[in-house]
């Protein structure tokens, strides 16, 4: 019955279906657009990735995939073509190409001024300092010259971070003498295509993220605080709420609204500060896009980042921030080396009560590679930590030996 009320519509069974829901088109194909595709779907949109890979997260769910580069005028001009609004999975992309669609009425969301202001990290510390939000102490590093006058100004220990194109700690270095301060400049690439920049060193009694929602008409709601735990640089495990005093927890949640102010932000955005010793706040990025601090939201709140998002963009109401349990944790399931990404363990990792296993469905493994993710709810977040960590020990991925 339900197929000839459709066949009605679409006369012929090869003709181009009517564009009767939102179209949305995301550039990039991994897991933040997955989790984004998912919640656009459920809404009832159809959904185009833009991605290299065929076989990406994202693509092999996705309402129509589009293969090509991202930063090619006539593939980005293509997926405008084809979707009603384009948003982001990362802010690589070039600003000027997607000024380009702009400038020929296409909607981009996060826009390009945003992600221009957002994909430079120097860039990025200066607005947020502009707005006087607290970052830590930084300096531009373009010379040897600056970088010694930087040793000087920031003192040692200091984190020498590539301005552009890093995620997952690649791209930073953490220097403790000089020596090792010119040996980083030059194998991060300073000097040649890579622009550097430099960062004090906080010592940071933990590291706290957030993330913000700004609707169009620039209302924005917040999240609740988390705790965070890289290990090597990489998101390790997310503990929500984060165990701080309500005044610590507020302080985080304003100055992210905030940063999404200055940056113009359309979208879920991610904030990453760092909790000093002395109870003060600092700002340590931004991402403008859904964030790996926010997975948790999936299960753990009213409504996810992932809709929030997408909501966002579309110009719908924004959905209820509220937890719907005490405590939530989430832990990455990450790569140990490079193979094939068979998950193995499922059968044991699905037997821990109340933990959600989420996979990637990405082909190949790699040391510290992202490939899935685990969050329990509870009661406590000792407790929710000990069933997710549980199920993350339980799953593995490459071949059975
Ligand atoms: N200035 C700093 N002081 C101390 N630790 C830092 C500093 N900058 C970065 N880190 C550590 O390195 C991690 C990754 O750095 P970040 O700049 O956030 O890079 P990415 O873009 O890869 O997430 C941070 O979460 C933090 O643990
Ligand atoms: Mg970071």
Redesign the pocket.
């Known amino acids: 019955m339900q197929e000839s009320y459709d066949n009605a519509l679409l006369g012929r069974p090869d003709a181009e279906p009517p564009a009767l829901a939102p179209r949305l088109g995301i550039v990039g194909g991994g897991q933040l657009a997955r989790m984004t595709a998912m919640a656009a779907l459920r809404l009832g949109c159809d959904v185009v990735i833009l991605e290299r890979n065929r076989l990406s997260p994202a693509a092999t769910l996705a309402t129509h995939a589009l293969v090509g580069d991202w930063n090619d005028p006539a593939v980005l001009a293509q997926l405008a073509a084809r979707t009603d609004v384009i948003t982001l999975e990362n802010e690589f992309v070039d600003a000027e190409a997607l000024r380009s669609l702009e400038a020929a009425g296409r909607v981009v969301l996060p826009g390009s001024v945003t992600v221009s202001r957002a994909q430079d990290?120097y860039q990025q510390k200066a607005l947020l300092e502009a707005a006087g939000l607290p970052v830590?102490p930084y300096a531009r590093v373009d010379s040897l010259h600056q970088l010694r006058t930087a040793v000087q100004r920031l003192g040692l220990p200091l984190?020498l971070?590539a301005r552009r194109d890093?995620?997952?700690?690649?791209?930073?270095a953490?220097v403790r003498t000089v020596d090792e301060a010119e040996s980083a400049f030059h194998a991060l690439g300073a000097g040649g295509a890579r622009a550097l920049y430099a960062?004090?060193?906080?010592e940071?009694s933990l590291?706290l993220a957030t993330i913000v929602v700004r609707a169009r008409t620039g209302e924005t709601v917040t999240y609740p605080v988390v705790e965070?735990e890289?290990r090597n640089?990489v998101c390790n495990v997310v503990r929500a709420p984060a165990r701080v005093t309500p005044e610590i927890a507020a302080r985080v949640s304003e100055v992210a609204r905030r940063a999404a102010d200055a940056a113009g932000m359309v979208g879920a955005m991610g904030v990453?500060c760092?909790l000093t010793a002395s109870g003060e706040v600092v700002i340590?990025?931004l991402a403008p896009r859904v964030h790996n601090s926010g997975h948790y939201t999936i299960e753990a709140c009213a409504c996810s980042q992932f809709e929030n998002h997408v909501r966002a963009v579309l110009g719908l109401p924004l959905g209820s921030t509220r937890m719907v349990a005490p405590a939530a944790v989430m832990v990455n399931l990450l790569g140990t080396r490079q193979t094939t990404a068979r998950p193995m363990g499922l059968e044991r990792a699905l037997a821990v009560e109340g933990a959600n296993v989420h996979l990637y469905g990405k082909l190949m493994s790699g040391a510290g590679r992202k490939l899935g993710h685990v969050t329990a709810l509870g009661d406590t977040v000792e407790q929710a930590e000990s069933a997710a960590s549980q199920c993350a020990a339980a799953i593995s991925f490459g071949e059975a030996a």
């Open positions: 990290k830590v984190v971070k890093a995620y997952d700690g690649r791209g930073n953490t960062e004090a060193w906080c940071f590291e965070t890289q640089h990453e760092f340590n990025e």
